[in-house]
């Protein structure tokens, strides 16, 4: 009989109302989602606050949970409006808020004290003062930088246990070229801050031909941790998330279905699916989990435009398509 093992929160991405459905519908735990306004996704559809009562419904009837981005860096003239959102959420049956803003820790853990905290990625959390001090602004859990490696996540997961908050990290979707989405590229190019939700991805665009032959420097494969799955669960962590509010709701679907089963059958059977065929017929930049096993390389980079899927396929057979 194998041995019960402890549970990992399958959190998924929800851009617009169909997303949200297909990650409900394909077995996450919960759903991270933004309204039109104070969230770093301005690229995807969001909802409105209107839809927000039923999105809740229809998630809490299915046991996942819901929680909303507030994860932009904020400006004073934006108070007032954040402030009647507050106060409106509070009303809620919300799962908790993703936070980057330091100053709105400050606000929600003072005057807003039945929203739960979630650290945002991008406060890039990679060290074990940055654990404690959030833990002190009330962050209930935390999204460990993306850089991380498997022994660095396992330590940095027992100190955030040791101050009672969860430990959170990505496990398929995009990578940026910076630490966690700090970055600065697209406002200094374009005028669009990547911090105010509106990154151009300038990182995606073919530049002038580079000494080695290379048209995209600058594009990072997918991270996909499918193969480490075993690895994470041992360094205890407590939600394992998908990237993709700009994605379409059939993409949310594949990518939250394949997690789902591989999860059910680590579980259930004490098994690890290594065919990750699946995950080549929705968008990708091909896979690697090089941050993950500590092996950062010019392996990580892909030379192609944005969407690897029909270039796969067409040099590929299905179900042959394990990478690194």
């Known amino acids: 009989m194998n041995q019960t093992k402890r549970k990992i929160e399958l959190l998924a991405p929800g851009g617009d109302i169909d997303s949200i459905k297909a990650a409900i519908v394909a077995g996450a735990d919960a759903v991270y989602c933004g309204l039109y306004t104070f969230n770093a996704r301005n690229r995807a559809t969001n909802i409105c606050f209107d839809d927000l009562s039923g999105v809740l419904s229809l998630a809490h009837s ?28 509070v009303n809620t049956t919300l799962d908790g808020v993703i936070v980057q803003d330091l ?6 853990s003072k005057y807003f004290k039945t929203l739960k905290i979630h650290a945002s990625t991008q406060l890039t959390t990679h060290n074990e003062g940055q654990i404690k001090f959030l833990s ?22 027992e100190v955030g246990h040791k101050n009672d908050t969860l430990i959170e990290v990505f496990v398929q979707g995009s990578h940026c070229i910076s630490f966690s989405g700090i970055c600065y590229i697209s406002s200094v190019l374009d005028g669009k801050s990547g911090n105010r ?4 991805q300038p990182c995606r665009d073919q530049y002038l031909t580079t000494p080695e032959g290379k048209n995209f420097p600058l594009n990072l494969k997918d991270n996909s941790a499918y193969q480490q799955l075993r690895e994470l669960h041992d360094t205890g962590v407590d939600s394992i998330k998908i990237e993709g509010r700009v994605k379409k709701f059939h993409y949310v679907y594949t990518v939250v279905n394949f997690w789902r089963e591989q999860l059910d059958g680590f579980y259930n059977e004490d098994k690890i699916n290594k065919d990750n065929s699946v995950l080549y017929k929705v968008f990708n930049r091909d896979f690697s989990s090089s941050f993950l096993r500590g092996t950062i390389d010019k392996g990580m980079y892909i030379d192609n435009s944005r969407d690897n899927s029909a270039t796969h396929y067409s040099t590929n057979i299905p179900g042959n398509a394990e990478k690194s």
Do not use: H, M, P, V
């Open 103 to 108: 100053g709105l820790f400050y606000i929600l």
């Open 197 to 200: 939700g509106r990154c151009s």
């Open 136 to 157: 002190q602004l009330a962050a209930s859990q935390i999204n460990l930088s993306r850089e991380l490696n498997i022994k660095e996540i396992s330590a940095l997961t």
């Open 62 to 89: 299915y046991d996942c949970k819901i929680y909303l981005t507030i994860n932009i860096i904020l400006i004073e003239s934006e108070f007032r409006a954040l402030l009647r959102l507050l106060n409106r959420l």
